[in-house]
């Protein structure tokens, strides 16, 4: 799939496009992802939504490690600051 992705990333400008699905779906999607990472971004301490977020991204309990969690602490970080702007 990524593969297919990366090679419409040249023929197409939106998103949807690139992703090769309608408008509608990628509006669904979008909505139902938004929300969940919204959720997340609730929980009101860095390591708790970091935690979440790389729960959430598909890495189990046992694969996030101290340097996937700083990571994603920078993460949560950067989109508070960028959101509270």
């Not at 309990?61 to 994603?72: G, N, S």
């Amino acid at each position: 799939m990524v593969e297919e992705v990366l090679s419409r990333v040249k023929q197409f400008n939106k998103i949807y496009e690139i992703l090769g699905i309608s408008k509608e779906r990628y509006d669904e999607l979008f909505l139902k992802h938004s929300t969940e990472l919204m959720e997340i971004l609730k929980t009101g301490s860095f390591v708790r939504a970091s935690i979440e977020l790389l729960r959430w991204l598909g890495f189990r309990d046992e694969e996030i490690t101290l340097h996937r969690l700083m990571k994603a602490i920078v993460v949560m970080k950067v989109l508070i600051h960028y959101i509270n702007k």
